[in-house]
């Protein structure tokens, strides 16, 4: 079983010809309200490849909350560990244009999630095969989930989105870490291959369209991305991350879960939204052995 303490999300998303410049007003040629936040997402990322998730996180009381709520429970994530918290929940604005985003995001609710709830769900803890961090709530309860974690012997995957949040004596309490390469760098201040090969076996870091890497103590492993159509590549970091959960709390090898969040991250940038195209464990391996 998979536990996310996290992030959730509703995001606001426009998509537009071209980004506007500072002070300019450009028209739009979509607008849509989709279920979003790094915790969910991931968790929900899991859960349609399989695995028994569930989640730990704050919505508000407002109608967004309702939805993400009734999102979460469509997806089979457990719900137990959600609370419903008076005022707004979080939400994210979400700029799509030129092939990429730009997001604003509004904690609300996410603020909430205070380190006296992980004594909480203490018991979700001590159930997980994983536990799955982002940095989308507040620091401090990232820091005692990972003390929790420690203290009951709990691996931890940590994807630190944004990088801000993110602290160096995290590290030790922390299995994998799953930065893009930007995140890498603001976190360690040194060139990945040196960071890699400090963490052999537990930094894993995605290259967007290229795939992603390792250092498995010997040599550097690159894991070549699947070329497709892209559509919309929000979200796309955390399907990689939710499917290298799943990869490894049901046994794969660190390459063989590498190369499946790949397929289905490739899988996910085809459709619109965060969660639009988080794909099934049969529809990752139809990917796997069509470029067999
Ligand atoms: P985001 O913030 O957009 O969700 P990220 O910056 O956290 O993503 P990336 O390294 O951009 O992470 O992408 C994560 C993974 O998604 C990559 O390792 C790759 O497997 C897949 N991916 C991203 N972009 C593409 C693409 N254009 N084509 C195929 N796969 C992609
Ligand atoms: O990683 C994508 C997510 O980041 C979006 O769903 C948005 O809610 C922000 O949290």
Same mark, same amino acid.
Do not use: W
């Given at each position: 079983?998979?536990?996310?303490?996290?992030?959730?999300?509703?995001d606001?998303? !426009?998509?537009?010809?071209?980004?506007?410049d500072q002070?300019?007003?450009?028209?739009?040629?979509?607008?849509?309200?989709?279920?979003?936040?790094?915790?969910?997402?991931?968790?929900?990322?899991?859960?349609?490849?399989?695995?028994e998730?569930? &989640?730990?996180?704050?919505? $508000?009381?407002?109608m967004?909350?309702?939805?993400i709520?009734?999102?979460?429970?469509?997806n089979?994530?457990?719900?137990?560990? !959600?609370?419903?918290?008076?005022?707004?929940?979080?939400?994210?604005?979400?700029? =799509?244009?030129?092939?990429?985003?730009?997001?604003?995001?509004?904690?609300g609710?996410?603020s909430?999630?205070?380190?006296?709830?992980?004594?909480?769900?203490?018991?979700?803890?001590?159930?997980s095969?994983?536990?799955?961090?982002q940095?989308?709530?507040?620091?401090?309860?990232?820091?005692?989930?990972?003390?929790?974690?420690?203290?009951?012997?709990?691996?931890?995957m940590?994807?630190?989105?944004?990088?801000s949040?993110?602290?160096?004596?995290?590290?030790?309490?922390i299995?994998? =870490?799953?930065?893009?390469?930007t995140?890498?760098?603001?976190?360690?201040?040194?060139?990945?291959?040196?960071? =890699?090969?400090?963490?052999?076996?537990?930094?894993?870091i995605?290259?967007?369209?290229?795939?992603?890497?390792?250092f498995?103590?010997?040599k550097?492993v690159?894991?070549?991305?699947?070329?497709?159509?892209?559509?919309?590549?929000?979200?796309?970091?955390?399907?990689?991350?939710?499917?290298?959960?799943? $990869?490894?709390?049901t046994? &794969?090898?660190?390459?063989?879960?590498?190369r499946?969040?790949?397929?289905?991250?490739?899988?996910?940038?085809?459709?619109?939204?965060?969660?639009?195209?988080?794909?099934?464990?049969?529809?990752?391996?139809?990917?796997?052995?069509?470029?067999?």
């Amino acid at each position: 079983m998979i536990t996310v303490i996290g992030s959730a999300n509703m995001d606001l998303v !426009v998509g537009t010809e071209n980004f506007p410049d500072q002070g300019e007003t450009v028209l739009g040629n979509v607008f849509d309200t989709v279920p979003g936040g790094k915790g969910a997402n991931q968790a929900i990322a899991a859960a349609r490849l399989g695995s028994e998730t569930h &989640m730990a996180a704050c919505v $508000g009381n407002d109608m967004f909350g309702t939805s993400i709520l009734n999102n979460l429970e469509q997806n089979k994530v457990g719900v137990t560990g !959600v609370r419903v918290v008076e005022g707004a929940s979080g939400i994210a604005n979400i700029l =799509l244009s030129e092939g990429d985003n730009r997001i604003i995001v509004v904690p609300g609710a996410n603020s909430s999630l205070m380190p006296s709830y992980i004594d909480e769900i203490e018991e979700l803890i001590k159930r997980s095969k994983l536990v799955m961090l982002q940095l989308e709530i507040p620091i401090p309860t990232v820091i005692y989930a990972l003390a929790k974690c420690q203290a009951l012997n709990i691996p931890v995957m940590l994807n630190p989105a944004p990088a801000s949040g993110f602290e160096l004596d995290m590290m030790p309490s922390i299995k994998y =870490l799953t930065p893009n390469e930007t995140e890498c760098e603001q976190i360690f201040g040194m060139d990945m291959v040196s960071a =890699l090969e400090k963490y052999p076996n537990r930094l894993i870091i995605t290259l967007g369209s290229d795939g992603a890497r390792f250092f498995d103590g010997e040599k550097h492993v690159i894991v070549e991305s699947f070329k497709t159509n892209v559509v919309d590549t929000t979200g796309a970091g955390d399907t990689f991350n939710g499917a290298l959960a799943h $990869g490894i709390v049901t046994g &794969m090898e660190l390459e063989q879960a590498v190369r499946f969040a790949n397929a289905a991250a490739s899988l996910s940038v085809e459709k619109f939204g965060a969660q639009g195209g988080m794909p099934s464990f049969e529809e990752v391996e139809a990917r796997l052995e069509e470029r067999r």
